[in-house]
């Protein structure tokens, strides 16, 4: 079956555009994550979807990042006025979610590469 | 504040060589523990997922062991190929959300 994916997969900007990724998770998983990666470093955490609602976005590094997943699958990250501080790797992931008591396995997609100029 | 380190940053072993990479982490409230490989501008594969009740998980010639109590993770990795060069990362799972260390880079020469 098909993973996640991600569109589009290298995005270039110039500082202060608004920019918008896309996430397709795996079909029938309720759970959604983005994460942020830049170069040498290990992806961080910048929020969890739950269905359609944020459960965790204290990764959100400022009030210019916002995500939103209307009909709990496809979700797509959104950042005001971009800065060139904002150039990374953004990798979103999903996962069923059925609780502690069992495996929550995440699955990545491939990633968008942002370079903002 | 949950922190995962992971030792090694880089590794370069001959074909055939039997390898340990390493991680740590501060805090031992976990749910489970994956172990990731990156290959060069890709996106994140898991290779395995071991949950806070378990001592191990193995597939193929990987081998992964929990220490919960230590705050220690090991992935073995038995009879290395060149097809095995990439970066390795392990994240930890608390709430959730996963907390990764910067990884570990292999490059096995043929």
């Known amino acids: 079956g098909a993973g996640v994916s991600q569109t589009p997969s290298n995005k270039v900007t110039e500082k202060g555009k608004y920019v918008e990724l896309r996430c397709d998770p795996i079909?029938?998983?309720?759970?959604l994550y983005w994460y942020r990666q830049s170069l040498g470093q290990g992806p961080e955490f910048l929020i969890y979807?739950?269905?359609?609602?944020?459960?965790?976005d204290s990764g959100l590094p400022n009030d210019r990042f916002f995500a939103v997943r209307p009909e709990g699958s496809v979700s797509t990250l959104k950042i005001q006025r971009t800065e060139r501080g904002d150039s990374a790797v953004y990798l979103c992931?999903?996962?069923?979610?059925?609780?502690?008591?069992?495996?929550?396995?995440?699955?990545f997609g491939p990633g968008t590469r942002l370079t903002v100029l | 504040k949950q922190e995962v380190t992971q030792i090694p940053a880089a590794l370069s072993v001959p074909e055939g060589e039997n390898l340990v990479l390493n991680c740590s982490f501060t805090?031992?409230?976990?749910?489970?523990l994956q172990w990731f490989r990156q290959d060069p501008g890709k996106g994140l594969t898991s290779l395995l997922l071991?949950?806070?009740?378990?001592r191990e998980q193995t597939s193929g010639r990987l081998n992964a062991s929990l220490d919960k109590s230590s705050g220690r993770s090991t992935l073995y990795i038995a009879a290395s190929q060149p097809g095995d060069s990439a970066t390795y990362l392990c994240?930890?799972?608390?709430?959730?959300?996963?907390?990764f260390g910067s990884g570990t880079r292999l490059l096995v020469r043929p």
């Open positions: 071991i949950q806070s009740s378990q």
């Open positions: 805090d031992s409230a976990i749910y489970n």
């Open positions: 994240a930890v799972d608390s709430s959730y959300k996963l907390i």
């Open positions: 079909s029938g998983h309720t759970a």
């Open positions: 992931a999903s996962s069923l979610s059925q609780g502690h008591n069992l495996p929550n396995e995440q699955f």
């Open positions: 979807f739950q269905g359609t609602g944020a459960a965790d």
